[in-house]
């Protein structure tokens, strides 16, 4: 018998509009070697519900048996092939950083990474970051959460995908310790200015920068995709919010 919770679940998350596209996880010969290799190394398997980027609402972590220790933690919410969340992991031995990522090639490229710069204080787990940080992310557990240049969905019909709603956004408030941290970047502007109505409107966050956008976090590299958005005359906003009692 299926139980009553489980069985919502499974039909949420068949209904739902997510914030991603459904892409082929087709991947080339090198980033297949590198998955094969390194997957049991670094990607956390969890129970699904019907694809592979669901998570059963009865799936847990035990992240201090995954990490091997029990350490600050970090979440970060898409970083593709690690362009950015690598020399960031490098920069933070002391962290856990735990990372939400949808597409298999993505991070099979992101596992040939890690383990060609010995970096091994990450966990990638396949997952859509909804239900990654609904199930799998325990109440006021993460120190910093980083969501940086999430798809903007600028044509106005497809608004409806766009992640940070002010349900993820009370969502990801819980999740955050007293005082945890929630780091955002963006180069679209109105998609800038919904995310500061929706974080500030939020009673759990504070914006540690309320009078105006937080002044870009030195402790983010700029990436290729980031240059683009700067090179085509793009603004790149950053938000910085802190988690309240």
Known sequence: ??????????????RDVVSFVRRSN???????????????????QVPRLDSSTSVHPTASLDLVQSF????ELIVEIGPGAGESLIPMA??????????????????????????????DNVRIVEADAVAAMEYLVPARSVDELWLFFPDPWHKARHHKRRLLTPEFAALSASRLKPGGRWRI?????????????????????DNLHPNGWAPRWDGRPITHFEQRGLDAGRQIFDLAYRRVS
């Open 68 to 71: 091997g220790r029990d350490a």
């Open 185 to 205: 970047a963006t180069d679209w502007a109105d998609y800038a200015e919904r995310m500061r109505v929706v974080l500030d409107s939020d009673p759990c966050l």
């Open 1 to 14: 018998m299926i139980e009553p919770a489980v069985e919502r679940a499974e039909l949420q998350a068949r």
């Open 90 to 119: 490098q920069a933070r031995p002391h962290a856990n950083l735990l990372a939400f990522e949808v597409y298999q090639p993505a991070i099979a490229r992101l596992l040939a990474q890690l383990a060609r710069n010995c970096t």
């Open 26 to 44: 087709r991947m080339r010969p090198n980033q297949r070697r590198a998955w094969e290799a390194y997957r049991d190394r670094f990607v956390l």
